[in-house]
């Protein structure tokens, strides 16, 4: 019987080596698969890929096997929903078109068991993220869309590979402070009687409580391989993979 809830985010797939690669899509597609009977609903909380960007008739090579593993999740009856991360650039209906996906580009509310859970990928929370939230505002607007849209695919996923890898390493080495605008905001929305504030983007795993709830990060599928699960009235962050194997 289906009845538990699974998260996790910051894969980035097509960031490392064609090795690291293929190592992260196997451990991906072998945990997607280890759920499939137990799982309700699964959550991506953003960054699946390390760029996506996607045309009318274009979308980018490769995951194929990921791909065919989300296909028979959703065709056995799983929920999959998708929050779009800052390596998130969603063009296109491809996933709605495949597999039934709706590309939720804010947040999602929801209730679990008469628990309240707000879910966010996390970015542009930093208190010294403004550059970014105008930056998120232009990349998602629709004219800008359209006319990036323009340019011939192969250059157009090539410059946004750039512009990617650009945002992950000032991510990577970006001074939060000791103020963490994440977990502040999290702590707000627990105050605010929510239950459960699940993020990601901060690529480190943990699990805060506050106010009578609990603040999630998930962590990523590049040095933790870290996920959460709610079932059962309990929410627990886990590892799939030893990253000391690779």
Known sequence: MRGAYYFFSDV????????????????????????????K?????????????????????GFYRLFTKISELTESGVKINYIAGNHDFWKGGFFK????????????????D??????HHGDGFAHNDTGYRILK????????????????????IRLAKGTSET??????VKDYSEKDGLKDRAFEMLEAGFDYVIMGHRHK????????????????????????????GKFDLKT???TNKL
């Open 97 to 112: 078109d495949e597999f039934g996906i709706e590309i939720c580009h804010t947040h999602i509310e929801t209730e679990i």
């Open 12 to 39: 980035h797939l097509g960031l490392e080596s064609p090795e690291k690669e293929k190592l992260k899509e196997t451990k991906l597609t072998e945990f997607l698969q280890s759920i499939r009977e137990d799982a």
């Open 205 to 232: 795993p943990k699990m805060l409580e506050h106010a009578n709830g609990y603040y999630i990060n998930l962590g990523d599928w590049i040095d933790n391989f870290s996920y959460g699960v709610y079932k059962e």
């Open 41 to 61: 609903e699964i959550f991506i909380v953003g960054d699946l890929f390390d760029c996506w960007i996607e045309y009318k008739y274009v979308v980018p090579k």
């Open 240 to 242: 799939y993979y030893d």
């Open 137 to 156: 505002k232009i990349l998602r607007n629709k004219i800008s869309q359209r006319l990036y849209s323009m340019i011939h695919p192969d250059i157009g």
């Open 167 to 172: 945002s992950r390493k000032h991510t990577s």
């Open 114 to 119: 008469g628990k309240k859970f707000f879910i």
